[in-house]
């Protein structure tokens, strides 16, 4: 039986002379069958080559990664260790202090736990380190000192305009400058321009000095008679917690810091911590301004 097959005809560029071979059709399948095989082997090896080369470029970013990690965990055990140390030298120094000047927080309550010498703490958290600190920072420095003070307080009760200017707000409720609607308005803004001085208006102590919110920045002068007064927007501070201050004495300078639409001071008074009307101590200041009078828009 006759197979069929493919005629393939040479012929010579010279003479011209012609060949034919006859190709079975199987062979010629068989030779595209191994060719196509071939292609799809040397794909895969490509592509083997490929994924390889990729891992291995993946490999050696994951080391560097894993190396740079770990030289800089130990950089952070080195710095958690050289701060633990400063930690425990700042609670040793407190704790001298402390005692050095009769300052008593009044001790943790004791327990079997926390006297246990096999559980007891080598060093202080950063919690116990910090509260330390604040104490420290606002407290008076001793009780002698704190005795003192009151005898040398004697102009307790804010008898001062703690600026020279005029009354823009009202104490009470009063429209929102910025939105709008009813709110209440703790205190007094009193006009002033930039870096005016602004001054106590009674003997106290500063129980604080800083950033505060809405306020700005902020100074609370207790005057240790169940009253404080309030100083808001500064643009500067000249006083710290805990710094004695007398009637008159320049704390800090008038601004626009914190929820302000112009430079001016908030003043505020505050009985037991409750915000009181400050116009009636104002009324009684031995130094007024003329132009803060009784404002019939304020209705006082």
Not at 66 to 78: A, D, G, N, P
């Amino acid at each position: 039986m006759n197979q069929p097959y493919f005629i393939v005809v040479l012929a010579h560029s010279l003479h011209g002379r012609i060949r034919r071979f006859h190709v079975g059709q199987k062979v010629v399948f068989t030779v595209l069958g191994l060719a196509l095989l071939g292609c799809f082997t040397l794909f895969g090896m490509v592509s083997s080559y490929l994924r390889m080369a990729w891992k291995v470029a993946g490999y050696n970013d994951l080391r560097e990664q894993t190396e740079f990690l770990r030289v800089r965990y130990q950089k952070l055990l080195t710095e958690a260790h050289e701060t633990n140390e400063q930690m425990a030298q700042l609670q040793l120094f407190a704790a001298e202090v402390s005692l050095a000047y009769g300052i008593n927080r009044g001790a943790a309550p004791q327990t079997a736990l926390n006297t246990s010498i096999g559980q007891a703490k080598l060093m202080p958290t950063l919690a116990e380190t910090l509260a330390q600190y604040n104490h420290l920072k606002t407290a008076s420095l001793s009780g002698s000192s704190r005795l003192s003070t009151k005898r040398w307080l004697t102009n307790t009760t804010p008898g001062l305009w703690p600026l020279v200017g005029r009354l823009l707000s009202h104490f009470g409720h009063r429209q929102d400058p910025f939105g709008g609607h009813q709110a209440f308005h703790a205190g007094v803004d009193i006009s002033g321009s930039m870096g005016a001085p602004v001054r106590t208006a009674a003997d106290g102590v500063v129980a604080f000095a800083g950033w505060e919110s809405g306020y700005g920045k902020l100074i609370v002068v207790d005057h240790l008679n169940g009253l404080s007064t309030y100083y808001a927007h500064l643009s500067r501070i000249d006083v710290i917690p805990g710094q004695e201050v007398r009637l008159g004495q320049v704390v800090g300078g008038c601004g626009a810091t914190g929820r302000v639409t112009s430079p001016h001071l908030h003043y505020e008074v505050r009985r037991g911590g409750a915000p009181v009307n400050p116009y009636p101590y104002l009324a009684k200041s031995a130094i007024a301004v003329a132009s803060a009078q009784k404002d019939p828009l304020f209705g006082f």
